[in-house]
């Protein structure tokens, strides 16, 4: 067994959240959730961390709660609410979190897995992704607001069809759908989310931050109210003196392919 059951990594601006219980598929133990969230708010803190990757070590990016942990329980009912009172806690983060969070899905991502993969910002993966949800074939009715998320992106119908028969998600069917943002060779998988989050790290933090919220907070508002949102940042972002730096590098620019082509 792995004595740390989740890694942080950071690599320039990017904190990687690395799942690191291999042997078992990565599957969610109360040990594993506290240190997650310890390590979630640690990367939230810091000021150098712009981008956040959640990934799994092996060949599963997570798997459900490790059901070992559950039956070895004098109360397994109650520990059941345990582990879900401290996943719960971390999805909420990742929602409320005021920087990007991408997950990268190396291979399968079931239960709670799939739950904490949809509750990310982005989600990147290989072309051997898979989703499922599971937690019916044991008789459970999901956590992680699994139940939340996946007919918001796929749709209600769509989503009882997965929940009920326990199908996976393939990789065709979830960049269709738009689950999936990208898709990386498994070779360069590292290598190119990393790429990705470091584009994202270079835009100013605060402006990342109002977008998000903006975003997340749009399917509960109306447009009027929504339009008062998006002006109030607006103009919060164009009083920074960064945004007149852009505008006249963008300018400058176009200037100078104008005299280049007027050579």
Same mark, same amino acid.
């Given at each position: 067994? $792995?004595?740390?059951? =989740? ?7 990017? #904190?990687? !959240?690395?799942l690191n219980r291999p042997e078992l598929y990565n599957a969610l133990t109360t040990e594993l ?5 310890? !390590? ?8 150098? $961390? ?5 990934? *799994? ?10 059901? $070992? +942990?559950?039956? *070895? ?18 999805? @909420? ?9 991408? %997950? ?7 239960? &709670? ?19 499922? &949800?599971? &937690? ?8 992680? *607001? ?12 769509? @989503?009882? +069809? ?11 069917? !979830?960049?269709?759908? *738009?689950? =999936?943002?990208? /898709? /990386? ?6 290598? +190119?989310?990393?790429?990705? @989050?470091?584009? =994202? ?7 990342? %931050? ?5 975003? &997340? %907070?749009? #399917? ?16 919060? %972002?164009?009083?920074?003196? +960064? ?21």
């Amino acid at each position: 067994m $792995t004595e740390t059951p =989740i890694i942080r990594e950071q690599k320039g601006p990017v #904190s990687w !959240l690395i799942l690191n219980r291999p042997e078992l598929y990565n599957a969610l133990t109360t040990e594993l959730g506290k240190e997650a969230q310890k !390590l979630l708010d640690a990367s939230l803190e810091d000021d150098d $961390t712009r981008v956040i990757v959640i990934t *799994g070590k092996g060949k599963a990016f997570a798997a459900g709660a490790d059901v $070992t +942990e559950i039956m *070895g329980d004098s109360d397994p009912v109650k520990r059941i609410g345990i582990m879900a009172t401290v996943a719960h806690k971390v999805i @909420a983060t990742v929602r409320q979190a005021n920087k990007p969070i991408i %997950a990268a899905i190396n291979h399968q991502a079931a239960g &709670y897995g799939m739950a904490l993969a949809l509750a990310c910002d982005i989600r990147v993966a290989t072309e051997k992704v898979r989703l499922r &949800y599971a &937690y019916s074939t044991i008789g459970l009715t999901g956590d992680g *607001g699994v139940n939340w998320s996946l007919p918001k992106m796929i749709g209600i119908s769509r @989503a009882l +069809e997965v929940a009920l028969l326990c199908e996976d998600l393939h990789a065709e069917e !979830l960049h269709r759908l *738009g689950v =999936i943002n990208k /898709f /990386f060779p498994e070779e360069t998988f590292i290598e +190119e989310t990393q790429a990705l @989050a470091e584009r =994202i790290a270079v835009m100013n933090p605060k402006v990342v %931050a109002a977008i998000k919220r903006m975003m &997340y %907070a749009s #399917s509960g508002t109306d447009l009027l109210t929504h339009l008062e949102t998006e002006h109030s940042y607006l103009t919060e %972002a164009a009083s920074r003196p +960064e945004f007149m730096e852009l505008v006249k590098a963008i300018i400058a620019g176009f200037e100078a392919k104008k005299k280049a082509k007027g050579k």
